[in-house]
């Protein structure tokens, strides 16, 4: 027997006047849309229609285009057709994804009434509705809408007013995780906001209309995805304390630590914004907890791109740094990994903090098992509490807590006896161990089994839970027995054997027979208990008293048994509201073990060794290995060479060293100096290192950069891109950054970038004094270590054997002799011909470069090495450097320094032209 239940609303939309069609009058509904409309005029609105959101006029067309679902018409608007689209409710989320990821902002507008309700008013009340949330991409809490590993930052941004330039700190950055309930601020300079919101990876930025429009900023602000210009008094700053204490209901914003002004505004914008996109719902939001300027290192976004953090080039996880030391077993685990990777320390008693929560958890191979275990049964504690708070929690967010919570115990019981625990575990411990017993032990003792996604399909409290709740529900499953009694009744009296008792929405119960049976119902005697309801197709549909009698008393047990659980779920949401920071607390503590069980879990799998981070400028790496490459080598059995790189001051110096390192394509250059630059992340991230030792001055400041990589998207050639992310470093870079150029001036002729390249290494030695790497081609360039104290040649080694390169990945001191450029090319498979004839042009070229050199400037020099004799190259070099010696760029106008490059290259051609 199919008896199906729905208590729900009705399937159909309400039959609503709508007669504006001739006179060009505008319909009630339409009068209704359009006011709402009008209230929410950037945003798409998802406006309830019984079972359907419906988007009209201009919104239908962009939603259909964008969903590729079916435009039709509804009614006229003065005389013009209304264009439609429409989204069935149950598919909504699937669709609000698609459309906030395209960049829309939805107003989902409901019914706020039963049409009933608006029916009982009169024939031509409207039911009433409204808008009950803005859903924007950095407000989202859904599951489905979000990526479980990864957080959803709203950010908000405010800057200094004028009258204040002159300090340094210009901009104050407030991010929250609606989803999570994490609240930050920050102060930073203009030079490090682009760098703090790559980090950041928001969601969805939040600045006034006038930075918006600010001349010098609104380009960089159109570059971004999903930013949200927002009227002045978001951002004022006179009222931005009382609106953040409001959200908060404390008295005063010490509450939260001394903030200054400009912390307050953008804190205060970030929390107006989610109350008016949550429609006065407030999520739980931690108080906002300041970030010093610098207490993270700084990375800005092409160094992230450019070393693969949290994802590769091509823009997938898998393969990024990230992907690669993952071992976490909870979602929110997988979140703070991802904040810590993508924020690592700069202070030493922090990330030795860290440190020794994952060296505990190296040590016992038997608690750490114990804990992963225990852990991949909790489940996202953080968000489900985040939804119920919101109000829109299900049963199984409560069942969520009610499991986190069970394993916060479970572990806090197991571990906090078993050793002796460093600080950061001790009091993860705590935490787990803080939330009422009691809250647990309801929600285990209330929740069924098996649970229903949505409250209103009920079923969700246990028997034996509510003795008024088991009595209605007896009620009513007695009337269903009753029913199917009544079903085997009928077909008995009326001798049709198919005949069924059916439900849905519209008719409620009905008696249903095929249509060949229909006739024999609608005679005599028959007809005096079957009325007619509905004949279609196939069948032939009837009601009687009896069943109507029955279906009000099944249907108001039903009502009153869900009204009933409907009740319990509040009372249980309240509780967990009641207990939200503490519960909050425990989910941190919960990710924060899950973080170090699984970074020991890595040290151990991938022998990673516990760094050492020091307030120092030393970099001394032996055995490092690069984390990504090794593990891609080690899925076919290719070893992974390992290498040292010492880039600690010298003795007596007082600042660190730069590596350049020469040799041929495909020897490892890349690779080294991303390895290294990879273990200072990692290190300061308060990781394990791979590495058979490490010992690491803090980095404040992380450079990479790539010579002559694509950015045809930002429309910029490839060397204006290279030489701007050059300036920056060059600009920027202290005696405490790590900055790592692989290839500077490959992207122009062969002296342009000769020349770039050697003042850029003459700069970071002599102005920046930073520790760096430096890979490149030109191979003239290893004649600076002779006059640069600091600077060390190192180069990759290579065997030739047989007339082919063997590449053995090992650095050593000292400088390539050559590029290996046609070997490199047969190794790629380039047809022997060419290879032939490729041999023969560059003996050829090496011949007529002896004897005449001219006319060749342009030719890449790794393609054709340049062999002078010694004591020419020497010429050759000693000329150049008493011309850059020459040089004072602090004197130069941009014209003198250009002038001067072209002297610069003149010479050195010159210098090539023996005597
Ligand atoms: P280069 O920058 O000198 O052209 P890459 O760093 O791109 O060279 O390295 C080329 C390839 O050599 C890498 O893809 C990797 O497979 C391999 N390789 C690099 N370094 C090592 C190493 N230390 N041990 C083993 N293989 C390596
Ligand atoms: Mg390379």
Same mark, same amino acid.
């Given at each position: 027997? +199919?008896?199906?239940?729905?208590?729900?609303?009705?399937?159909?939309?309400?039959?609503?006047?709508?007669?504006?069609?001739?006179?060009?009058?505008?319909?009630?509904?339409?009068?209704?849309?359009?006011?709402?409309?009008?209230?929410?005029?950037?945003?798409?609105?998802?406006?309830?229609?019984?079972?359907?959101?419906?988007?009209?006029?201009?919104?239908?067309?962009?939603?259909?285009?964008?969903?590729?679902?079916?435009?039709?018409?509804?009614?006229?608007?003065?005389?013009?057709?209304?264009?439609?689209?429409?989204?069935?409710?149950?598919?909504?989320?699937?669709?609000?994804?698609?459309?906030?990821?395209?960049?829309?902002?939805?107003?989902?507008?409901?019914?706020?009434?039963?049409?009933?309700?608006?029916?009982?008013?009169?024939?031509?009340?409207?039911?009433?509705?409204?808008?009950?949330?803005?859903?924007?991409?950095?407000?989202?809490?859904?599951?489905?809408?979000?990526?479980?590993?990864?957080?959803?930052?709203?950010?908000?941004? +405010?800057?200094?007013?004028?009258?204040? !330039?002159?300090?340094?700190?210009?901009? @104050?950055?407030?991010?929250?995780?609606?989803?999570?309930?994490?609240?930050?601020?920050?102060?930073?300079?203009?030079?490090?906001?682009?760098?703090?919101?790559?980090?950041?990876?928001?969601?969805?930025?939040?600045?006034?209309?006038?930075?918006?429009?600010?001349?010098?900023?609104?380009?960089?602000?159109?570059?971004?995805?999903?930013?949200?210009?927002?009227?002045?008094?978001?951002?004022?700053?006179?009222?931005?304390?009382?609106?953040?204490?409001?959200?908060?209901?404390?008295?005063?914003?010490?509450?939260?630590?001394?903030?200054?002004?400009?912390?307050?505004? @953008?804190?205060?914008?970030?929390?107006?914004? !989610?109350? #008016?996109?949550?429609?006065?719902?407030?999520?739980?939001?931690?108080?906002?907890?300041?970030?010093?300027?610098?207490?993270?290192?700084?990375?800005?976004?092409?160094?992230?791109? %450019?070393?693969?953090?949290?994802?590769?080039?091509?823009?997938?996880?898998?393969?990024?740094?990230?992907?690669?030391?993952?071992?976490?077993?909870?979602?929110?685990?997988?979140?703070?990994?991802?904040?810590?990777?993508?924020?690592?320390?700069?202070?030493?008693?922090?990330?030795?903090?860290?440190?020794?929560?994952?060296?505990?958890?190296?040590?016992?191979?038997?608690?750490?098992?114990?804990?992963?275990?225990?852990?991949?049964?909790?489940?996202?504690?953080?968000?489900?509490?985040?939804?119920?708070?919101?109000? #829109?929690?299900?049963?199984?967010?409560?069942?969520?807590?009610?499991?986190?919570?069970?394993?916060?115990?479970?572990?806090?019981?197991?571990?906090?006896?078993? #050793?002796?625990?460093?600080?950061?575990?001790?009091?993860?411990?705590?935490?787990?161990?803080?939330?009422?017993?009691?809250?647990? #032990?309801?929600?285990?003792?209330?929740?069924?089994?098996?649970?229903?996604?949505?409250?209103?399909?009920?079923?969700?409290?246990?028997?034996?839970?509510?003795?008024?709740?088991?009595?209605?529900?007896?009620?009513?499953?007695?009337?269903?027995?009753?029913?199917?009694?009544?079903?085997?009744?009928?077909?008995?009296?009326?001798?049709?054997?198919?005949?069924?008792?059916?439900?849905?929405?519209?008719?409620?119960?009905?008696?249903?027979?095929?249509?060949?049976?229909?006739?024999?119902?609608?005679?005599?005697?028959?007809?005096?208990?079957?009325?007619?309801?509905?004949?279609?197709?196939?069948?032939?549909?009837?009601?009687?008293?009896?069943?109507?009698?029955?279906?009000?008393?099944?249907?108001?047990?039903?009502?009153?048994?869900?009204?009933?659980?409907?009740?319990?779920?509040?009372?249980?949401?309240?509780?967990?509201?009641?207990?939200?920071?503490?519960?909050?607390?425990?989910?941190?503590?919960?990710?924060?073990?899950?973080?170090?069980?699984?970074?020991?879990?890595?040290?151990?799998?991938?022998?990673?060794?516990?760094?050492?981070?020091?307030?120092?400028?030393?970099?001394?790496?032996?055995?490092?290995?690069?984390?990504?490459?090794?593990?891609?080598?080690?899925?076919?059995?290719?070893?992974?060479?390992? %290498?040292?790189? @010492?880039?600690?001051?010298?003795?007596?110096?007082?600042?660190?060293?730069?590596?350049?390192?020469?040799?041929? %394509?495909?020897?490892?250059?890349?690779?080294?100096?991303?390895?290294?630059?990879?273990?200072?992340?990692?290190?300061?991230?308060?990781?394990?290192?791979?590495?058979?030792?490490?010992?690491?001055?803090?980095?404040?400041?992380?450079?990479?950069?790539?010579?002559?990589?694509?950015?045809? +998207?930002?429309?910029?050639?490839?060397?204006?891109?290279?030489?701007?992310?050059?300036?920056?470093?060059?600009?920027?870079?202290?005696?405490?950054?790590?900055?790592?150029?692989?290839?500077?001036?490959?992207?122009?002729?062969?002296?342009?970038?000769?020349?770039?390249?050697?003042?850029?290494?003459?700069?970071?030695?002599?102005? %920046?004094?930073?520790?760096?790497?430096?890979?490149?081609?030109?191979?003239?360039?290893?004649?600076?270590? !002779?006059?640069?104290?600091?600077?060390?040649?190192?180069?990759?080694? !290579?065997?030739?054997?047989?007339?082919?390169?063997?590449?053995?990945?090992?650095?050593?001191?000292?400088?390539?002799?050559?590029?290996?450029?046609?070997?490199?090319?047969?190794? @790629?498979?380039?047809?022997?011909?060419?290879?032939?004839?490729?041999?023969?042009?560059?003996?050829?070229?090496?011949?007529?470069?002896?004897?005449?050199?001219?006319?060749?400037?342009?030719?890449?020099?790794?393609?054709?090495?340049?062999?002078?004799?010694?004591?020419?190259?020497?010429?050759?070099?000693?000329?150049?450097?008493?011309?850059?010696?020459?040089?004072?760029?602090?004197?130069?106008?941009?014209?003198?320094?250009?002038?001067?490059?072209?002297?610069?290259?003149?010479?050195?051609?010159?210098?090539?032209?023996?005597?």
């Amino acid at each position: 027997m +199919a008896l199906t239940h729905g208590f729900s609303e009705p399937d159909v939309p309400p039959p609503e006047p709508q007669n504006g069609r001739e006179t060009g009058r505008v319909t009630p509904v339409m009068e209704q849309y359009i006011e709402i409309k009008a209230a929410n005029p950037d945003c798409l609105l998802f406006y309830r229609m019984g079972d359907f959101y419906e988007l009209f006029f201009e919104d239908a067309e962009v939603a259909s285009r964008a969903l590729g679902i079916v435009l039709t018409k509804r009614g006229k608007h003065h005389g013009q057709d209304i264009p439609m689209c429409g989204v069935p409710i149950h598919r909504a989320d699937e669709y609000l994804h698609r459309l906030i990821a395209l960049g829309h902002r939805v107003a989902v507008c409901e019914q706020l009434e039963d049409p009933a309700e608006a029916r009982k008013r009169g024939g031509k009340s409207v039911v009433r509705r409204d808008v009950v949330r803005l859903v924007t991409p950095g407000t989202i809490t859904e599951d489905s809408l979000l990526d479980a590993k990864r957080n959803n930052y709203l950010l908000a941004i +405010a800057r200094a007013r004028l009258s204040s !330039v002159g300090e340094e700190l210009h901009f @104050a950055l407030a991010w929250i995780d609606i989803s999570t309930g994490e609240f930050r601020i920050c102060e930073t300079t203009h030079a490090a906001l682009a760098a703090e919101i790559a980090r950041l990876e928001p969601g969805e930025i939040l600045i006034s209309d006038a930075l918006y429009s600010d001349p010098e900023l609104a380009p960089f602000w159109r570059s971004l995805p999903a930013v949200t210009p927002l009227t002045r008094d978001v951002f004022d700053s006179a009222t931005a304390e009382r609106r953040l204490t409001s959200y908060f209901a404390v008295a005063t914003s010490e509450a939260f630590g001394t903030l200054t002004r400009l912390e307050l505004t @953008a804190a205060a914008a970030a929390v107006t914004y !989610v109350e #008016r996109t949550q429609i006065g719902a407030r999520p739980p939001l931690s108080p906002p907890a300041r970030e010093r300027a610098g207490s993270s290192m700084a990375i800005d976004q092409a160094t992230r791109a %450019n070393l693969e953090l949290t994802r590769t080039l091509s823009g997938e996880r898998r393969g990024s740094l990230l992907d690669c030391i993952d071992r976490t077993v909870t979602a929110a685990g997988s979140r703070l990994l991802a904040q810590r990777l993508a924020a690592p320390l700069t202070d030493p008693a922090a990330i030795a903090r860290r440190l020794d929560a994952v060296a505990a958890f190296t040590e016992d191979v038997a608690l750490r098992a114990d804990t992963r275990a225990r852990l991949q049964a909790a489940p996202d504690l953080a968000r489900a509490l985040s939804r119920i708070v919101l109000g #829109r929690g299900g049963p199984r967010d409560l069942a969520a807590v009610r499991d986190g919570l069970a394993a916060a115990r479970g572990l806090a019981d197991a571990l906090s006896s078993a #050793r002796e625990w460093p600080s950061e575990i001790a009091e993860a411990l705590a935490a787990c161990r803080a939330p009422d017993a009691a809250l647990a #032990r309801e929600l285990t003792e209330a929740l069924a089994d098996e649970l229903p996604l949505l409250k209103r399909d009920g079923g969700f409290v246990r028997e034996d839970y509510d003795s008024s709740l088991d009595g209605t529900r007896a009620l009513r499953d007695e009337s269903r027995r009753v029913i199917a009694a009544l079903q085997a009744r009928y077909a008995d009296e009326t001798g049709i054997r198919g005949l069924k008792i059916r439900h849905n929405n519209v008719l409620g119960y009905f008696v249903e027979v095929t249509a060949q049976h229909g006739e024999k119902l609608m005679t005599p005697p028959l007809n005096a208990a079957f009325i007619h309801r509905q004949t279609l197709a196939g069948q032939v549909r009837f009601t009687t008293t009896e069943l109507g009698e029955l279906e009000a008393k099944i249907a108001s047990a039903a009502d009153r048994a869900l009204g009933l659980e409907l009740e319990i779920f509040e009372r249980l949401c309240a509780a967990v509201v009641a207990a939200s920071d503490q519960i909050k607390a425990c989910a941190q503590a919960l990710a924060e073990l899950d973080v170090a069980a699984s970074l020991a879990q890595l040290a151990i799998e991938r022998d990673y060794a516990r760094p050492q981070v020091a307030d120092s400028l030393a970099f001394a790496i032996e055995g490092g290995r690069h984390p990504v490459v090794e593990h891609a080598l080690s899925s076919d059995g290719t070893p992974f060479v390992p %290498n040292d790189c @010492a880039l600690s001051p010298p003795e007596g110096e007082p600042s660190g060293k730069i590596w350049l390192i020469t040799g041929p %394509n495909m020897a490892g250059k890349s690779t080294f100096l991303r390895q290294n630059a990879l273990i200072a992340i990692l290190a300061q991230m308060g990781s394990f290192v791979p590495a058979k030792r490490a010992h690491i001055g803090v980095v404040d400041r992380l450079f990479s950069r790539v010579g002559a990589a694509d950015d045809l +998207a930002r429309g910029r050639s490839t060397f204006m891109v290279e030489m701007v992310e050059t300036a920056a470093i060059l600009n920027q870079a202290g005696e405490r950054a790590l900055v790592i150029l692989d290839e500077i001036g490959r992207g122009t002729a062969t002296f342009d970038g000769l020349s770039i390249a050697w003042a850029t290494v003459e700069h970071l030695h002599d102005a %920046n004094t930073c520790r760096a790497l430096f890979a490149t081609h030109f191979h003239e360039l290893t004649a600076l270590s !002779v006059r640069l104290a600091r600077l060390h040649n190192a180069t990759v080694r !290579v065997k030739e054997w047989n007339g082919e390169v063997v590449f053995l990945h090992e650095v050593v001191a000292g400088a390539a002799d050559r590029s290996y450029g046609i070997q490199v090319a047969k190794l @790629a498979g380039l047809p022997s011909s060419v290879i032939e004839r490729a041999k023969l042009v560059l003996a050829k070229l090496e011949q007529e470069d002896r004897a005449e050199p001219k006319g060749f400037e342009d030719l890449p020099l790794f393609a054709a090495p340049y062999k002078p004799s010694a004591e020419l190259r020497q010429q050759s070099d000693d000329l150049l450097t008493a011309t850059i010696a020459a040089l004072n760029p602090d004197d130069m106008s941009p014209r003198e320094a250009m002038e001067a490059l072209y002297r610069l290259k003149q010479t050195l051609a010159k210098g090539r032209e023996p005597e």
